[in-house]
């Protein structure tokens, strides 16, 4: 794919195939990462890759998904992530480590989109049962985890002003994004569409 088409078209995945992802593959999604932009190069963040079976399983169970879906949903045996990219923050390093995390964390997910594997990152973990799962020692926050794999769903995103996502009789997730003519200020704040003499 294009890089246009790979940023327009890549969506949160929550369901996967089970076919497993090179360890070489992740290293390469997290040296995509590592080159990411970081504030004043101070370099804070750290990865645990994990694509081993037990482990994916121990980290499942520290994971929620989809909250606006209810019931609470999970993605079911058979569909859940074949691998992990565990994002380490080094305490007291950096001020401006979450936008680093971003930054990091869009150039892995848009890599392995290009490669036609999804992602879905997740901040709503127990942070302290993957600490003890993975021996994360004190000093280093655990910020997120990308789960990754080949989808097994479809989604797509909806113009509207909801926030919430759902999920529609053909297990089709649909995405509500702004429209773009309400979000872009032309020149100066309340211009639209190129009108700057308003």
């Known amino acids: 794919m294009d890089l246009e088409r790979v940023i327009k078209t890549r969506r949160s995945i929550r369901r996967f195939k089970q076919i497993p992802l090179s360890m070489d ?3 390469n999604l997290v040296d995509a990462g590592r080159l990411a932009p970081s504030g004043a190069n101070l370099q804070p963040i750290e990865y645990v890759i ?5 482990i ?3 980290i499942f169970s520290a994971l929620r998904w989809a909250g606006y879906i209810k019931p609470e949903w999970r ?3 058979g569909e859940r992530p074949v691998a992990y990219i565990v994002i380490l923050v080094q305490e007291g390093r950096s001020p401006f480590s979450d936008v680093d995390v971003g930054l990091s964390a869009e150039n892995i997910m848009l ?11 997740l901040g709503n973990i127990d942070r302290e049962m993957i600490r003890e799962i993975l021996g994360v020692p ?3 926050r655990i910020h997120s985890v990308i789960a990754l794999g080949f989808p097994a769903e479809k989604s797509v995103v909806e113009e509207s002003d909801a926030v919430e996502y759902w999920r529609d009789e053909d297990g089709v997730m649909h995405v509500p994004k ?3 003519k309400d979000i872009v200020h032309i020149n100066r704040f309340g211009c639209r569409g190129g009108d ?3």
């Open 25 to 27: 593959f992740l290293v």
């Open 138 to 140: 004190d000093g280093y």
């Open 56 to 58: 994916c399983e121990k």
């Open 50 to 54: 994990v694509n081993d079976k037990r």
């Open 75 to 77: 993605p079911a045996e």
């Open 111 to 121: 890599l392995a989109w290009s490669h036609g594997v999804g992602s879905c990152m």
């Open 178 to 180: 702004r429209r773009i």
């Open 196 to 198: 700057s003499n308003s």
